[in-house]
T-cell receptor
Framework: DADVTQTPRNRITKTGKRIMLECSQT?????MYWYRQDPGLGLRLIYY???????NKGEISDGYSVSRQAQAKFSLSLESAIPNQTALYFC?????????????FGPGTRLTVT | LAKTTQPISMDSYEGQEVNITCSHN???????ITWYQQFPSQGPRFIIQ???TKVTNEVASLFIPADRKSSTLSLPRVSLSDTAVYYC?????????????FGKGTRLSVIA
């Protein structure tokens, strides 16, 4: 089983709809991240959480919200989806105790807003 | 966090050694250099991390000069399957309280 899972893997939704993307991990890591990737723009950080009670905005948090329900779960919500939120979304985890910068990424969720 | 600059794209033939250089002029004393690889429609994958001199693993080598203002990722004898985007990141070893910035990376195309 994958260590970092994302659901759904693909989603098509209409403008104005609320949508939630979910991320779960079995690695026991304390840190979790949500990224967005658009063609040619690399990865941009939306939100990150360094532990269950810690939530921080990233570079492009406008239009998004997150919830860290447990150490293993980190959800990303689009309260009212708009077409320019069409992108590939990645969840990632890392372990502060490892002393490494290594992040482990999920398979991604491809979101299309029409 | 130190700003990084790397080429937007590179092309190489199969079997050649590929060197991708990253500039990070304002690297801090406690910063490490980390490289990730990303295949199309997949999440990035950690390749290698180093602080100074040379680090080698089964995938790549990382060369860091004494002044640490740049670093070079070396991929020996590339194959078509090495076609990917490569990201250079600089920051404290455990990211401290600030997450790392991925940037746009270098798109490597390996040609048969």
């Amino acid at each position: 089983d994958a260590d970092v899972t994302q659901t759904p893997r693909n989603r098509i939704t209409k403008t104005g709809k609320r949508i939630m993307l979910e991320c779960s991990q079995t690695k026991g890591h304390d840190r979790m991240y949500w990224y967005r990737q658009d063609p040619g723009l690399g990865l941009r950080l939306i939100y990150y959480s360094f532990d269950v009670k810690d939530i921080n905005k990233g570079e492009i948090s406008d239009g998004y919200s997150v919830s860290r329900q447990a150490q293993a779960k980190f959800s990303l919500s689009l309260e009212s989806a708009i077409p320019n939120q069409t992108a590939l979304y990645f969840c990632a985890t890392s372990d502060r105790a490892s002393g490494s910068q290594e992040q482990y990424f999920g398979p991604g969720t491809r979101l299309t807003v029409t | 966090l130190a700003k990084t600059t790397q080429p937007i794209s590179m092309d190489s033939y199969e079997g050649q050694e590929v060197n991708i250089t990253c500039s990070h002029n304002n690297i801090a004393t406690n910063d490490y250099i980390t490289w990730y690889q990303q295949f199309p429609s997949q999440g990035p994958r950690f390749i290698i991390q180093g602080y100074k001199t040379k680090v080698t693993n089964e995938v790549a080598s990382l060369f860091i000069p004494a002044d640490r203002k740049s670093s070079t990722l070396s991929l020996p004898r590339v194959s078509l399957s090495d076609t990917a985007v490569y990201y250079c990141l600089v920051g404290p070893r455990n990211s401290g309280n600030t997450p790392l910035v991925f940037g746009k990376g270098t798109r490597l195309s390996v040609i048969a």
